[in-house]
């Protein structure tokens, strides 16, 4: 899930970054954009080592991952840096979860190909910086962000209702019968938290 995840990325960022507003902003995303691949391919690697197809491992996740981003295409520069602050945050909260069920190995890998802190700052100034210009966008990307995490939640749903073994793992780690329910609110409140963390209203 998480080698699709970085791919779809890495399509969807190297897109974006044509709505960049001058070549030093298109040139930061495109740099996030390559991140992305350079992890896709530690993670198919990986998974090659333990004898698994990439492409069979992938395929069943694509539909709501893919779905997820068509459905949260960004219309201009801003929504697409709120997309890339706040949608990347909250898969890179859920895959912390995740990884602390993993293998020591497997672990340490997964942490390492999360997204880089440089850039979600980057994205929360430029957010920041549109807001000052425009106090009205503060409105429109509110919503923007509502909408992406009602999106994020409704596909995690998805995956979990149609990956059983996934939401065995999430529900044996956290010793909660309703560990998927309880692991979405947690992704909530830190999608929350990073939305008034940038003057957005949830």
């Keep these: 899930m998480l080698a699709l995840g970085e791919l779809l990325a890495f399509e969807r960022m190297a897109a974006d970054a044509r709505l960049a507003p001058d070549l030093h902003r298109r ?26 197809d990439p492409e069979q491992a992938m395929a069943p996740y694509e539909p709501p991952l ?20 706040l949608g990347d945050s909250v898969a890179d909260d859920f895959v912390r ?33 549109a807001i000052d210009a425009d106090a009205r966008v503060a409105h429109r990307l509110s919503m923007w ?27 044996s780690g956290t010793g909660d019968s309703d560990g998927v329910a309880a692991l979405l609110k947690r992704l909530a409140a830190g999608h929350t ?3 008034v963390a940038v003057g957005l209203n949830p």
Aim: charged share 25%; with cysteine; aromatic share 6%.
């Design 97 to 129: 979860e995740v990884a602390a069920l993993l293998a020591p190995a497997d672990r340490k890998l997964v942490l390492q190909v999360l997204h880089d802190s440089q850039y979600a700052e980057f994205a929360a100034a430029e957010i920041r910086a």
């Design 145 to 171: 962000g509502r909408r992406l995490m009602g999106e994020g939640l409704w596909q995690a749903q998805q995956v979990a209702g149609a990956r059983p073994h996934l939401a065995a793992l999430i529900t």
């Design 66 to 85: 893919r779905g997820y981003h068509d459905r949260t295409q960004p219309r201009d520069w801003p929504e697409a840096l709120t997309k890339a602050y």
């Design 27 to 52: 040139a930061t995303l495109c740099q996030m954009a390559a991140q992305e691949m350079v992890n896709y391919q530690r993670l198919v690697a990986r998974l090659a080592e333990l004898g698994v």
């Design 193 to 195: 938290e990073r939305m």
